[in-house]
């Protein structure tokens, strides 16, 4: 997905935006809770992407990571400046927070991680989706979700595993490394 | 495809991870896991997914949020205005080095210069304030823009010490001042975007201070135009 150098011109600032721009912008929704905020931090973004486009170095990454490097840092400046905290994830990463340091930073890495997993979970098949909210979210019995979807249980099970390996590839085609995951 | 053995058991490893089986199969697919490098790898993989799926709201799975029409022309009508604010930066830098002048005189010159220079209209594309420095050889000007919810500004300075860090802030008519963040000077021209919580009208001046305090260079803020 990511492009292997970042042009400075007109059309170049293009190609990113139409690239990367739907997703930046979810993730600083998800971020700031504000439409208006994340259009700002987006816009933002491309501006310092523009201005240190000559420090862009393709050996090191994808101009998607380097974008996102630099949306993160822009979402942090905003959150400060406007005294907001990054939207709470669920009530999980709510309690992960408060039992730790929950500093603006470490509410930012959350709310990326979020962000990355519900969009992960946009990019994969319905089937797998469903059974993912049905069985995790809704903790609703294999059985019983096996009957709604008319399947035998054992195929829910086995949805359930390709589900999670789909969800895998699509974190890591979003540059998730469970290496630095802790 | 013929399965092949530990197939029906690998599918499991999925509802292992998320804590879905019962007691006798989590025990049968741990027996299984034990003696095959394959599904422990499968486990080793989809464990951290699994760990991570509490952190999502399943509420904001459906449509994402679209951004609106008009935010790649604010990206490219922001990036036009630093470019020529860059520009005009550059000429006046070239300007003042190519006088070849006493360094004192040199910042006359360059305050002179940044007095005259033709104000830019406020609105979308911003207010230019001209900045005063204190230090020979340090330029800087600054484009206040007013937004509903805040102020943010553009600021391009040169002539900095590299590696230093300077703090830049808005001041009140009454002097308290509103810090807006701090950079650090490189060689050459530096250009940074920053926000603030206090409103356009109520700032009076801009200015940068070195780390001792001391002011760098500072601009009075025009009172606003009314719309």
Same mark, same amino acid.
């Given at each position: 997905m990511g492009s292997a150098r970042f042009d400075l011109d007109e059309s170049g600032i293009r190609a990113a935006y139409s690239a990367h721009a739907r997703e930046m912008f979810g993730f600083a929704v998800r971020s700031l809770n504000d439409h208006g905020l994340a259009e700002e931090a987006v816009q933002e973004t491309f501006v310092r992407a523009w201005r $240190?486009? %000559?420090? $862009? %170095?393709?050996q090191l990454g994808t101009v998607r990571a380097w974008l996102f490097a630099i949306l993160r840092h822009v979402v942090i400046d905003i959150a400060r400046a406007r005294a907001i905290w990054p939207e709470p994830t669920s009530d999980e990463a709510m309690q992960r927070a408060t039992d730790g340091v929950a500093s603006a930073e470490d509410r930012l890495e959350h709310a990326l991680l979020a962000w990355q997993i519900e969009e992960a979970l946009r990019r994969i098949g319905d089937d797998h989706r469903r059974v993912v909210i049905e069985t995790y979210y809704r903790r609703r019995p294999y059985a019983e979700v096996a009957t709604e979807l008319g399947i035998p249980e054992g195929t829910v099970k086995s949805r359930v595993y390709y589900a999670l390996r789909a969800l895998r590839l699509a974190l890591e085609e979003m540059g998730w490394d469970d290496s630095s995951a802790g | 495809m013929t399965p092949r053995p530990g197939d029906h058991v690998r599918l499991l490893v999925g509802a292992l991870v998320l804590g879905h089986l019962d007691d006798d199969e989590a025990t049968a697919v741990r027996a299984h896991l034990d003696g095959c490098p394959t599904c422990r790898e499968e486990a080793a993989q989809l464990g951290p997914v699994a760990g991570l799926l509490g952190l999502a709201d399943p509420d904001r799975v459906g449509a994402p949020a679209e951004p609106p029409r008009e935010m790649l022309d604010g990206v490219l009508a922001r990036i036009d205005r630093e470019r020529a604010v860059r520009s005009r930066t550059r000429r006046r830098s070239i300007l003042v080095r190519s006088g070849a002048v006493a360094a004192a005189i040199a910042m006359v010159i360059a305050v002179a210069l940044i007095a005259l220079w033709p104000r830019e209209p406020s609105g979308p594309s911003g207010e230019l304030v001209a900045m005063t420095a204190t230090r020979p050889g340090v330029l800087g000007e600054a484009v206040i823009h007013e937004d509903p919810r805040s102020t943010w500004v553009e600021l391009t300075t040169s002539g900095l010490s590299p590696g230093r860090t300077y703090a830049v802030w808005l001041e009140e008519s009454s002097g308290d001042r509103s810090p807006m963040g701090t950079f650090t000077g490189v060689e050459g021209d530096l250009y940074i975007s920053l926000y603030s919580t206090l409103p356009r009208d109520r700032a009076a001046s801009i200015g940068v201070s070195a780390p001792d305090g001391s002011v760098v260079m500072e601009g009075a803020i025009p009172d606003p135009v009314p719309a």
């Open positions: $240190f486009g %000559d420090r $862009f %170095d393709p | -």
